[in-house]
Structure formats: structure tokens, C-alpha cells
């Protein structure tokens, strides 16, 4: 195969490929083949109307240059002229016969070149992380007390409902005799004193199990439209419970990992010095993510993304307007404010991969996989299956983007303090993942 490239001016590109016909006849020979087994109604079996095979060959071939050859020979191509494109090249002149060469020329843009960060531009000051307090870890081992509770029914005498008891009711309502969004259900548990369905919850104390009670109850916001209406409430009472407690014994603590509670404590002593330890280096990453793009001269971007930013914008100010999120008036102003945020974002985002280029950082994709997998567990979906549609493909991109970013601005963050850095391990070496390719990563 030969290849030559023309630049067509800032960022755009031309490459022009010529597959030799002793490297495409194969592919011409299996077209061809497979079109001869097609049954024209009218015709005996291998028989068609003249010069139909022909023109079906055309057609049939120029489909399987643009699905498969051509991206398979420009890979090739563009990593022999050291070229990697950050928008999609498109074909736009093609020639081939049976008997000749296959030639195509496509256009593309690609990433503009920056300059070296000069890190001592930045202006950051390095924290003492906090200490653990006694206090913190009391809190949250309080927390994860609390979320091991479990309930049992209230037992003893004359047993009735008091602060702090969980009940389970049913309750059917109307304003004014005519019953409302929301005013039946069944089964419904809650905590007295707590912060759900306050407004049952005085009506409710003294109340014992199987009791039904009438009673007028203004309405809160849980209610939507009618909340501040007064409604008349029919509430029968099926059960009372009380939240328990685990025992901290072996079982307990062999759920944790550990075998007593001081080893406890420890590991909650470690998972709070870990998040502080997160938290403050996103406070790094956001202070130096506010200084970049100021760090650097105004420079050309691609145009094909600008436009791709420019038609997000303006598809979801359509879904806004069509939904009355959004009033006519404001239209204009959020496009502006859209388009300008768009070609921020554009420009940060290449801003990133300069800095990631020059220091020839490695993302290991495992990490962005690995929080992809774990949310679509916790969405009850199968990632295997999600990662096929555009929505699991676009949630990826998102996660892939944003992890990758992180991992530049620590870089930056390392270098600022004279930190020692180390490459992470990569599955895709020197691959440009960008949000406009037109390939999944599953």
C-alpha cells in the first residue's frame, strides 16, 4: 500500500491511500463470489440481466471498503506519517474496478500541538493533612452501628407506639370526600421522629398494633401539589418494631475483617485518613484545573469538534424547550453560554492530553473499567451487555474521560511539589481515546 498526506491548513489534514490490486483482489474475488449466489426472481440460477453483477459489485464493494478495508489500511497509514486523528476521517473520493487498484482519499483534523507546561507557573501550597480524631472514628463506627440495625416486632405489655419505634401502616385519604395522588397505601414503614412522613407521625404515638384511628393531617411537600392542604386520614396500625442492634462479638467483627473492635477502630481510622487524603487531592486537582487554561496562549481547535459541542448544545436546549424547562427568552442566552462552556471544555481537554503527551503518562484503563463494572452492578445491569449500547458506551467514554483527567492533574500536582512520579501500567498503548471516536472499548 502507498500512502501520501496533504495539510489543507490549521489542523486539517488530507490522506490519500492506494491499496495494489494484487493486495485488494482477494477481497474484490470474495465480493464477487458471494454476489453470484444471489436468485434473481425471473432468472435461472446464475443467470441476471446484463451488467447487473457489475453494478451490483460496485455497490457491494463500496460497502465493504468503507466498513472494513480502508479503516484497516489507514491505521496503517496514519501511524507510518505519525498522524493520529481526533475526529473521524471521512472519504471523500474513492476509485476501484475488478481489474485496478483500490485509491481513496479522506480528510481528517487532528489534535493542536502545545508547548511544554511550565509548572512553575502554578501557584500551589501543600496541606498538612488532618489527624485523625477519636471523635471522627466514634462517629463513624456510630454510623456503621446504625446501618447494621435491624428490626424486630416490640414486645411486652400493653405495647403501643412511642418516639423512636418503626411502625407499618395503612392509610387511605380524601380533601374535601374526594380521595388524591397519593392518598392510598399499604405496608408503609417509617421511623417515628425521623424525617419521613412527619405529618403521621403525632397521630400515630399511643396508637397500639391493629388500632385504626381517624384524623386530619396537613399535608407536607411528599403530597406535590396539595402540600399545605388539610386531608381526612382513615390510618389503621399493623405493626410496631424497634430497631436492634448487632452484637460486637466474632461474627460481627469477622464481617469487617478484623477481630476485635481495636483492629476495628484501626480500619476506620485508615478509611478516614484515606478519604482526607482524596479529598485533598481533589482540592489540588480543582486549584489546578483553574489555572491551565489560563496558562496557555489561545490556540486553534478542530473545527468538526467545535461544531459536534455547538449540536449537544443545541439538542438539549430543544429538549429543555420542548419540556418548559426553559423559556424562549433565555434560549439565546444559554446557547451562548453553552457554546462558550463547550469550547472550554474542548480546550482544557487538549490542554490535558498535551501535558499527558509530554510526560509520556500511562492511564491504565482497568481503573475506569473497574468503576464502570461496579455501577452497573449497582443498577442491577449486566456491564457485559450495557457496554453494547450507546448509553453503557457513552457512560464508559464519560468515566474513561474524567479518570484520565484525574490522573493528568495528579501528575501536574506531583510535579508541582517535587513529588516522584511513576508511570501506571497502560492496556493501550499511545491509543488517543477521545469522546468523538467512533469505536467502544469494551
Not at 481537554?349 to 475506569?368: G, M, V, W, Y
Amino acid at each position: 500500500m502507498e500512502s501520501s498526506v496533504e495539510e489543507l491548513g490549521d489542523l486539517k489534514y488530507s490522506i490519500a491511500l492506494e491499496i495494489p490490486l494484487e493486495e485488494i483482489k482477494p477481497t474484490y474475488d470474495a465480493v464477487y463470489k458471494e454476489l453470484k449466489k444471489t436468485r434473481l426472481n425471473g432468472f435461472r440460477p446464475g443467470k441476471y440481466p446484463k451488467g447487473w453483477l457489475d453494478k451490483r459489485f460496485k455497490s457491494a464493494m463500496q460497502q465493504e471498503a468503507v466498513d472494513r478495508v480502508i479503516p484497516a489500511f489507514m491505521e496503517s497509514a496514519l501511524e507510518n506519517h505519525s498522524l493520529k486523528p481526533v475526529t473521524v476521517p471521512v472519504i471523500h473520493q474513492m476509485d476501484f474496478d475488478r481489474k485496478s487498484p483500490l485509491s481513496a482519499t479522506l480528510h481528517f483534523e487532528i489534535a493542536p500541538k502545545l508547548p511544554q507546561l511550565d509548572y512553575g507557573k502554578i501557584l500551589l501550597t501543600r496541606k498538612e493533612l488532618e489527624e485523625v480524631k477519636a471523635d471522627e472514628i466514634d462517629d463513624e463506627l456510630e454510623l456503621m452501628m446504625q446501618r447494621e440495625e435491624y428490626l424486630e416486632p416490640k414486645s411486652g405489655n400493653d405495647i403501643k407506639v412511642e418516639n423512636e419505634d418503626w411502625v407499618l401502616i395503612d392509610y387511605s385519604g380524601t380533601i374535601e370526600g374526594k380521595e388524591f395522588t397519593g392518598s392510598i397505601a399499604k405496608e408503609l414503614q417509617f421511623k417515628i421522629g425521623g424525617t419521613e412522613y412527619k405529618e403521621f407521625h403525632a397521630a400515630l404515638i399511643g396508637m397500639g398494633s391493629g388500632e385504626e384511628k381517624e384524623a386530619v393531617i396537613e399535608l407536607s411537600e411528599h403530597f406535590d401539589e396539595n402540600e399545605g392542604k388539610k386531608a381526612d386520614f382513615r390510618i389503621k396500625l399493623t405493626g410496631i418494631s424497634t430497631a436492634k442492634r448487632p452484637e460486637m462479638d466474632e461474627d460481627f467483627f469477622k464481617k469487617f475483617g478484623v477481630a476485635n473492635e481495636k483492629e476495628l477502630k484501626e480500619k476506620i481510622a485508615e478509611n478516614i485518613e484515606s478519604r482526607k487524603k482524596a479529598e485533598l487531592q481533589s482540592e489540588y486537582r480543582m486549584q489546578v484545573g483553574s489555572q491551565l487554561t489560563g496558562l496557555y496562549d489561545d490556540f486553534v481547535l478542530p473545527e468538526e469538534l467545535i461544531k459536534l459541542g455547538k449540536e449537544r448544545v443545541d439538542t438539549e436546549l430543544e429538549e429543555a424547550s420542548a419540556k418548559k424547562e426553559i423559556t424562549d427568552a433565555e434560549i439565546e442566552k444559554k446557547r451562548q453560554e453553552g457554546y462558550e462552556n463547550a469550547r472550554m471544555d474542548l480546550r482544557m481537554k487538549f490542554i490535558l492530553d498535551s501535558i499527558r503527551e509530554h510526560e509520556k503518562l500511562k492511564f491504565d484503563e482497568k481503573e475506569a473499567a473497574g468503576e464502570f463494572f461496579n455501577l452497573a452492578q449497582i443498577t442491577g445491569q449486566n456491564p457485559d451487555e450495557l457496554i453494547q449500547s450507546p448509553f453503557g458506551r457513552n457512560m464508559y467514554q464519560r468515566i474513561f474521560i474524567r479518570k484520565q483527567g484525574d490522573a493528568t492533574l495528579d501528575r501536574i500536582v506531583a510535579r508541582v511539589f517535587g513529588d516522584p512520579v511513576e508511570d501506571a501500567p497502560t492496556t493501550a498503548e499511545d491509543h488517543v481515546h477521545d469522546e468523538h471516536c467512533d469505536h467502544d472499548h469494551s
